[in-house]
């Protein structure tokens, strides 16, 4: 028990210290700043941006219906020099708001942020819902992402120190692992590393790592909530390719799950074809549990956010045996 608590205690003091050091820095940076340096610099024009979701879904057997998925507004900005912020807030959900935002820059490359926010892992977690190629997430992303497997869009409440060196990027972070607007539920904090290598302009590949505990009945013991993930993108003229790998461990049960897609542009920024391939092993060791989803889907641009998409998914779980059809219509109107 006294190693226990001994490890508790340690876990602690770094990532106090890590934090404690980041303001550090901070601090030392902006005092290389006058203050009458920072009353000259003015404030950028703030960006404000928002884009509405209707879409249709026929289920095979199921209920068919509309729905307005998605209406977000976002702001964002400079408030003086090395200082910015951004905030987004969804109408249709009961959490109103997903993004509270502040970011302190040291240069170009490299960035001190806290608030509420995305948790740096996964490619297609970090992609804004309005730039997705498909209408659905993978399953993949949407059940193992942390964030996502707990029904916080991918965010919490966290503070994160990121950069740029050459070909690679890094963000590490340090986060409650409750979701979004929600305060920590246990007294460990989770960790989350995230890095970005570009071998030439065409080609990413990321390494995702997450180390935390989580608590999904009030007052129960958290449980190890650990993931591992590996993503990789493609692209060349019309075509591009992605695809991940992610790896979690919950307690004592492991899951994974892939997925790898296609994209290519039939007309050059106007129509898209798209085909995917999702897999999730919901507990590898349960034989036959695997869901696999197949979509297919086009997608035609009007403007940078504002398009039309289709997809048609094909369901096929393991354990009951059973296969379903999914057909999907969206119209996204945003700017």
Same mark, same amino acid.
């Given at each position: 028990?006294?190693?226990?608590?001994?490890?508790? &205690? /340690?876990?602690?003091?770094?990532? !106090?210290?890590?934090?404690?050091? *980041?303001?550090?820095?901070?601090?030392?940076? *902006?005092?290389?700043?006058?203050?009458?340096?920072?009353?000259?610099?003015?404030?950028?024009?703030?960006?404000?941006?928002?884009?509405?979701? &209707?879409?249709?879904?026929?289920?095979?057997?199921?209920?068919?219906?509309?729905?307005?998925?998605?209406?977000?507004?976002? /702001?964002?900005?400079?408030?003086?020099?090395?200082?910015?912020?951004? !905030?987004?807030?969804?109408?249709?959900?009961?959490?109103?708001?997903?993004?509270?935002? &502040?970011?302190?820059?040291?240069?170009?490359?490299?960035?001190?942020?806290? =608030?509420?926010?995305?948790?740096?892992?996964?490619?297609?977690?970090?992609?804004?819902?309005?730039?997705?190629?498909?209408?659905?997430?993978?399953?993949? %992303?949407?059940? *193992?992402?942390?964030?996502?497997?707990?029904?916080?869009?991918?965010?919490?409440?966290?503070?994160?120190?990121?950069?740029?060196?050459?070909? #690679?990027?890094?963000?590490?972070?340090?986060?409650?692992?409750?979701?979004?607007?929600?305060?920590?539920? $246990?007294?460990? @904090?989770?960790?989350? !590393?995230? !890095?970005?290598?570009?071998?030439?302009?065409?080609?990413?590949?990321?390494?995702?790592?997450?180390? =935390?505990?989580?608590?999904?009945?009030?007052?129960?013991?958290?449980?190890?909530?650990?993931?591992?993930?590996?993503?990789?993108?493609?692209?060349?003229?019309?075509?591009? %390719?992605?695809?991940?790998?992610?790896?979690?461990?919950?307690?004592?049960?492991?899951? $994974?799950?892939?997925?790898?897609? =296609?994209?290519?542009?039939?007309?050059?920024?106007?129509?898209? #074809?798209?085909?995917?391939?999702?897999?999730?092993?919901? $507990?590898?060791?349960?034989?036959?549990?695997?869901?696999?989803?197949?979509?297919? =889907?086009?997608?035609?641009?009007?403007? @940078?956010?504002?398009?039309?998409?289709?997809?048609?998914?094909?369901?096929?779980?393991?354990?009951?045996?059973?296969?379903?059809?999914?057909?999907?219509?969206?119209?996204?109107?945003?700017?």
């Amino acid at each position: 028990m006294r190693l226990i608590k001994r490890g508790r &205690v /340690l876990r602690k003091t770094k990532a !106090l210290l890590f934090i404690f050091s *980041l303001f550090f820095m901070v601090g030392a940076s *902006l005092a290389e700043e006058s203050d009458e340096q920072i009353l000259v610099s003015s404030s950028q024009a703030l960006k404000l941006g928002a884009y509405t979701q &209707v879409r249709y879904t026929h289920w095979e057997g199921g209920h068919d219906g509309f729905r307005i998925k998605r209406t977000r507004v976002g /702001l964002k900005g400079e408030i003086v020099k090395n200082i910015n912020f951004s !905030l987004q807030i969804d109408a249709t959900k009961s959490t109103i708001l997903l993004d509270s935002r &502040v970011g302190i820059s040291f240069s170009p490359e490299s960035e001190l942020a806290f =608030g509420q926010f995305k948790v740096p892992f996964s490619l297609e977690n970090l992609t804004s819902t309005s730039l997705l190629d498909t209408i659905n997430r993978s399953q993949t %992303v949407e059940k *193992l992402c942390p964030g996502r497997d707990i029904g916080s869009g991918g965010r919490d409440i966290g503070v994160t120190f990121s950069g740029k060196y050459s070909r #690679a990027e890094y963000t590490v972070g340090i986060f409650n692992g409750s979701g979004i607007n929600k305060y920590d539920d $246990n007294d460990e @904090k989770d960790v989350a !590393l995230r !890095l970005v290598l570009y071998p030439v302009s065409s080609v990413g590949v990321g390494i995702s790592y997450y180390d =935390g505990k989580y608590s999904s009945d009030s007052g129960a013991s958290p449980e190890r909530r650990d993931r591992t993930g590996v993503d990789i993108y493609f692209t060349e003229g019309p075509l591009t %390719v992605k695809g991940e790998y992610i790896f979690a461990r919950d307690g004592r049960i492991d899951r $994974n799950g892939w997925y790898v897609q =296609g994209n290519y542009y039939l007309i050059q920024e106007k129509t898209q #074809a798209i085909i995917k391939y999702d897999v999730l092993d919901r $507990n590898r060791d349960i034989q036959g549990d695997r869901l696999e989803v197949i979509t297919l =889907g086009l997608n035609w641009f009007f403007y @940078k956010k504002t398009k039309f998409q289709i997809n048609y998914e094909y369901h096929k779980e393991g354990l009951t045996k059973s296969n379903e059809s999914v057909i999907l219509a969206q119209f996204q109107a945003g700017f």
